[in-house]
């Protein structure tokens, strides 16, 4: 299993960005998925999370309302749209998959973690 995770960068305060996260060697329409993040000197914490068939989803209440995560099962892709960036949402940003059971809010629960990729909202 690989998960590539990548459109981060620096954006100001207000900002959008779009993530994505590149699936590979899995059938993906099995799998639920998940963005995580994690601030410097901060541990991991839930963003998103989305069920294998993309019908059910999760938010942290930190970015709901801002952030909407999507899955395209066809091209094996799960991205998360970003909307009224804060600077409190600068961290790296990674995506998570799980075979079995619903989306999770919980990191134990996945056992596939891409590489992350850092965003950075500037004030």
């Known amino acids: 299993v690989q998960l590539q995770a990548s459109g981060g960068g620096l954006v100001q305060a207000g900002d959008s960005l779009r993530l994505s996260c590149a699936a590979s060697g899995i059938t993906f329409s099995d799998y639920s998925m998940a963005w995580f993040r994690q601030a410097p000197g901060k541990e991991r914490e839930f963003v998103a999370g989305i069920h294998r068939s993309g019908g059910r989803t999760l938010y942290a209440d930190s970015v709901k309302g801002r952030f909407t995560i999507s899955k395209d099962n066809v091209k094996k892709m799960v991205y998360v749209q970003m909307n009224t960036l804060k600077p409190g949402d600068t961290a790296v940003y990674y995506c998570?998959?799980?075979?079995?059971?619903?989306?999770?809010?919980?990191?134990?629960?996945?056992?596939?973690w891409g590489q992350g990729t850092l965003v950075t909202v500037s004030s």
């Open positions: 998570a998959a799980r075979r079995i059971g619903l989306a999770s809010r919980f990191d134990y629960d996945y056992p596939y």
